[in-house]
């Protein structure tokens, strides 16, 4: 999951990009509102964080020509976090567009609860843990079990899943893995997507749970077929 943090207040911005990326989300942070609508115009994102006071652009009119977008990133859910605490700001956060709004200073463990919800709406998912076949993802701790024991995998391969447990039935393609796993300063390529997938998928055999390729497409998870004897 793929979040765009645009901060100006750098300490403030430094904790909150070091949190989420231990929470498993690939973050690029932001400093100034022009920058973060070129980037919403370059680049998909399953979340935006934004503060309302900052310079170049203000939060809100980053927003408003977000939603005022004709593509599907105009509906990316976006979660107001600013000092600006009155019930008017409040009302014209929301009413431009905002998903949700937290009024600083908040605690990190509640915006990572507030990003999640909103990862889980966006979704439509109803909580926190998916179960697929005999496989369960809880989106809190990232930990994936088979039949109640717990599966290991590696920081990317339950990164990977989340995204295809998330859109199970559709196809993600490489380049949206690659996007929602890794922020602009790393350098990955679509094979490390490959590798990665693979990895997963020997570790999901056992459990009969594939994850199938589709040709132009991208990956897509499915429950096996039973075996015909
Ligand atoms: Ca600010």
Not at 193 to 214: C, D, G, S
Request: glycine content about 6%.
């Amino acid at each position: 999951m793929r979040v765009l943090l645009v901060e100006d207040d750098r300490e403030l911005g430094s904790a909150v990009s070091a949190s989420l990326t231990g929470e498993g989300y690939a973050v690029d942070w932001l400093t100034d509102g022009a920058s973060a609508t070129t980037s919403l115009a370059t680049t998909t994102y399953d979340l935006v964080l934004l503060d309302l006071g900052l310079p170049k652009q203000d939060g809100l009119s980053v927003l408003r020509a977000l939603r005022a977008r004709s593509d599907t990133q105009r509906s990316v859910p976006v979660l107001i976090a600013t000092a600006m605490d009155s019930v008017k700001d409040r009302v014209e956060g929301l009413d431009a567009g905002a998903d949700d709004y937290l009024v600083k200073p908040f605690s990190l463990e509640e915006l990572h609860a507030r990003v999640r919800a909103l990862i889980r709406r966006r979704n439509a998912v109803a909580s926190n843990s998916i179960v697929h076949g005999v496989l369960a993802f809880d989106l809190q701790s990232r930990q994936a079990s088979v039949d109640g024991v717990a599966l290991e995998l590696s920081a990317r391969e339950a990164a990977i899943l989340e995204v295809l447990l998330l859109r199970s039935g559709r196809a993600v393609s490489k380049e949206q893995l690659l996007d929602s796993l890794f922020a602009w300063d790393r350098d990955i390529t679509l094979n490390a997507i490959e590798v990665y997938v693979h990895r997963l998928r020997k570790k999901l055999e056992p459990a009969q749970i594939v994850v199938r390729t589709f040709r132009g497409l991208g990956y897509c998870i499915e429950k096996a077929e039973p075996v015909r004897s």
